[in-house]
């Protein structure tokens, strides 16, 4: 039986650090096992220059521990009046790694998001040329449109159109939820890719809804039912590369994800990979564990895989704290509702 699995250093593909007093409280927590994130631009306002990128890569570079390597990888937030020569400019200069699409509506802090897809294909035409990445939350925000079906609507209207349109750009569809989104990035080729969260493994829709309202498990995209859950294990145990993890770890204190009309996110970011190994042991797919942390992602974004490696041990039931304290509050760790016997050792 196996007790010990040594990984290469894994990255966060999809990953929220907030700003201010929250930034300096949680960014410790990825940077502790993660060798790199792809850090999401949503502050309010938004990172939309490659001047603001700079400036937020340098909060959260001050953010950090003493002596830690870890690495932010900077992303713009794509607005109808994007400039694309700003862009290019930041790209080239290595300052962003990708570009961020939110619906206008769809999620937290997405309000400056896109509504009219139209106005932004001249950026995404110029991404394409200069092999800039699009990441995708990938969800429709019609009011007649379930929200449990709007990742399916979104492929249909949006993503595949758009992907048609223009075929040589690469396209990540962040933390899918949905067999649906499972089975196109299956079928999208070597320019699409999808990300999987730690909380999307564990949680369905019951886990909010059922026995009394659980707000800690409210996230957006919110979770689906058992079937989609099976289908993104399945999935993100394959090995297959068209997968990789992208926590969309996202903080809220616990006053705002209590209130009346209460903040979407899960914070996994303290325990993520112990989760993770717990799953896919349970799958028996330990063996796969490093191509969905540590490979495939980097494969994707045309990095190299990190030289460094970790340690996880198999043993007694691990205590992760319930509560990360901030300044403004407290924040709730996820919590997956099993026992997590690996923890990280080295």
């Known amino acids: 039986m196996t007790d010990t699995l040594t990984l290469r250093s894994p990255d966060d593909w999809h990953l929220h650090l907030r700003d201010g007093a929250m930034l300096r409280a949680v960014a410790p927590e990825t940077a502790r096992h993660f060798a790199r994130a792809i850090i999401m631009p949503n502050l309010v306002p938004p990172v939309v220059t490659g001047a603001q990128a700079a400036a937020y890569r340098e909060r959260i570079l001050a953010a950090l521990p003493d002596g830690t390597s870890f690495q932010p990888l900077m992303t713009l937030y794509l607005t109808e009046d994007t400039n694309p020569d700003d862009l290019a400019k930041a790209h080239a200069d290595g300052l962003i790694m990708a570009v961020k699409l939110y619906p206008a509506g769809a999620t937290t802090n997405s309000a400056s998001g896109v509504a009219d897809f139209d106005k932004v294909r001249p950026v995404l035409e110029r991404m394409a040329e200069i092999g800039c990445p699009l990441c995708v939350h990938g969800e429709v925000v019609d009011s007649d449109v379930d929200i449990f079906d709007r990742e399916a609507v979104f492929i249909d209207r949006v993503l595949d159109p758009i992907r048609r349109a223009t075929p040589d750009l690469r396209v990540v569809m962040e933390h899918i939820t949905t067999k649906q989104g499972v089975d196109y990035a299956a079928e999208g080729g070597a320019s699409l890719g999808a990300t999987i969260t730690t909380h999307h493994l564990?949680?369905?829709?019951?886990?909010?809804?059922?026995?009394?309202?659980?707000?800690?498990?409210?996230?957006?995209?919110?979770?689906?039912?058992?079937?989609?859950?099976?289908?993104?294990?399945?999935?993100?145990?394959?090995?297959?590369?068209?997968?990789?993890?992208?926590?969309?770890?996202?903080?809220?204190?616990?006053?705002?994800?209590?209130?009346?009309?209460?903040?979407?996110?899960?914070?996994?970011?303290?325990?993520?990979?112990?989760?993770?190994?717990?799953?896919?042991?349970?799958?028996?797919?330990?063996?796969?564990?490093?191509?969905?942390?540590?490979?495939?992602?980097?494969?994707?974004?045309?990095?190299?895989?990190?030289?460094?490696?970790?340690?996880?041990?198999?043993?007694?039931?691990?205590?992760?704290?319930?509560?990360?304290?901030?300044?403004?509050?407290?924040?709730?760790?996820?919590?997956?509702?099993?026992?997590?016997?690996?923890?990280?050792?080295?």
Request: charged content about 20%; glycine content about 6%.
């Open 202 to 346: 564990v949680i369905n829709r019951n886990h909010i809804l059922a026995g009394g309202i659980k707000p800690h498990y409210y996230c957006l995209p919110v979770a689906k039912r058992e079937e989609h859950r099976l289908a993104l294990r399945k999935a993100a145990t394959s090995g297959d590369p068209s997968y990789f993890l992208g926590t969309d770890s996202a903080p809220h204190t616990d006053a705002n994800k209590l209130l009346p009309c209460g903040c979407a996110g899960c914070f996994t970011a303290t325990n993520t990979l112990s989760i993770l190994a717990e799953v896919f042991e349970q799958d028996n797919a330990l063996d796969k564990l490093e191509a969905f942390t540590s490979l495939n992602g980097p494969r994707f974004y045309g990095l190299p895989a990190n030289t460094d490696t970790i340690t996880l041990t198999k043993g007694d039931p691990v205590k992760y704290p319930d509560q990360i304290e901030t300044t403004d509050g407290p924040v709730t760790v996820f919590d997956p509702m099993m026992p997590l016997h690996w923890r990280v050792t080295t």
